[in-house]
């Protein structure tokens, strides 16, 4: 190269017919003290770099500014002091592109060793390096998103696995172990309907399918953990296509078993004061500030109006001057929580008929604690104040209507002492009424309840009440109490109190249904212990007296472990003993102000209050530990309890009620894995 140009000293002809035909841009620079001038430039550079013929004999920085000149010019005098060939890469701004270069600069060196030329070929590879860049992002962008799915995969809260084209477990998070109970090489590679219970295949396998079609769908399905139980699960299934082939599908799945038990409770209870609603005799509805929300079958029945129409007119069936001023009046002490008893009314029905009522307003909170409505309770009482009146004008009248009426009717002096009791008394109490006369009425109330009745006393007397009506207890002749519903009178002769009329029906049945409603809703049937619902009401409020008081609270979450093979062995009367003698021996290693409770299946919860460090829980649990030691007899059996415990402690490990809850139950895992009759205090590892 060096003989041949030294040979045509740059014939500007000769270079146009070797260096046009490249493709690549070509550049021959002299050699000068003060710089580089430009001698040739091919077409290809002139094209690509906007250049004409006039920049030669120019100097470089004449041609090219800024770093890029300073730069050049390094590169320049590296080849020339070197009298080696120089490469680089350099990045080149043209209008609204960027030109990637890469750069050969061959200095030309004469025959006394001096370097008079530079050649400089520069090959464009501005669309390899846009490729490469390319290639790069989106490999990185790829191991980004297989860090992002392994991330959502191995840290999900919930259950996620893998499944292949047969559904067989290809890959599982740490939940599903955790969860199912079974090592992670017993589960990969058997298909999903090994861990599902016979009479659930044909559900997963219609939502399997379906899935393979490309359709993401979601369902519920019980399935079997390794000891035995059985667990609802909400599954979601995605499947996994690739180039419009179907590989597999990801699942993810949430164990909603108590989600499941506590919304079956809940419309247990509901359809049970549903029954009561439906088919109670009194008048029963909902209502709001002004406005009512709802009301019972008899309540159609006592007034005549529907629940269309008493919805658009509230105040149809108030008596009175002003109906909807009382109607108003009457939510402001509900609203405040307050509970309104023994309230006696007057109200009309469609047909404009006067009906006399006892009522009782009860506030209703929804799950905030927050008044919603307020339920109202009527006890139609007509038919009691009429037959008052009628005794008022005529003593044959009197006797007439309390020789035939159901409910006891006692007249009783100043002194209390009964002067005159119905029949029904014999009925009702099982005494004669010859009996009761000349006894004080006070003989035959409850030693608890006399407060009660000396109110209402006091009340009358005083003239602040006309009548009244309370429940107290009264002793039977049979030994036994039974609950009353009274309403008290006065009688006035020449402007003061000459007797009273006491009119008095038998609740016992009704307190007993109403107490029952009552439990249902709050306790457990078969322990009589308090239920999952009246368990978290505790809790809400032991966590936030051991804010105020600075103490700690545990959680402790209890499992009778045995109680599978107790079934099994005994039959499910022997296990239904077993939980009943699991709840007695818990609470009687529980302080008062300490809760336990059953709170699902044969899982066990306590509450231990007031404590100054985790060693009072830990007390606690190893008591109940030594006191499922001694067996239990079961016709003539001796049958051993165990149990394992899991310990969590508020402050000490959450704040948080449902987080408490999740350690806890943690803690218990972590005990039943040992199966022992153990406990377990948390730990967060």
Known sequence: MEKFLNSIPFKTDLLDSIFNMIHDLVYIMRVEEDGFYYVFINNAAKKVMNLQDDVLGKRLDEVVYGELATDLNERYKQAVLSKSIVTYEDRVQIQNSTFIGETVLNPIINEDGTCQYVLAIVRDITERRKKEELLRQTKDELESNQKRLNSLFYNNPDLVFELDVQSRFVKVNSNVINVLGYQEEEILNQPFSTFVPPGEWRTVMVHFHKNVDGQNNEFYVWVQKKDGEKILLSVKNIPIIINGSYEGMYGIAKDITREYLADKELRETKEELQTFW?????????????????????????????????????????????????????????????????????????????????ASYTPVFDGNGKITSATAFYKNITDYNQSERELRSSEEKFKIITENVFDIILLVNSSLNIEYASPSTQEILGYDPEELIGRKVTEYIHPDDMNTFNQVLIDVFNKEKNALIKEVRSFHKNGKWIWMEGTTKAVEKDGKLHQLVIVARDISQRKLQRDTFEKMAFYDFLTGLPNRRYFNDRLDFALENAKKLKKKVAVMLIDCHKLKKINDSFGHDAGDVAIKEMGMRLESCICEQDTAARIGGDEFGVIVTDLESADGAIEVAKRILRSLETPFTYRKRKINLEAGIGIAIFPDHATEKNRLFRYADKALYRTKERKENDFTLYRPY
Request: aromatic share 12%; net charge negative; proline share 6%.
């Open 278 to 358: 439906n088919y109670t005799v009194d008048p029963v509805f909902l209502f709001q500030k002004g406005k009512i929300l709802k009301v019972n079958p008899a309540f159609e029945k006592t007034f005549g109006f529907t629940e269309e129409e008493i919805k658009k007119e509230p105040t149809a069936f108030i008596q009175g001057d002003d109906p909807i001023n009382e109607f108003t009046t009457l939510w402001e002490p509900l609203s405040l929580g307050k509970e309104l008893t023994s309230i006696e009314i007057m109200r009309r029905t469609k047909t404009g008929k006067v009906l006399e009522f006892l």
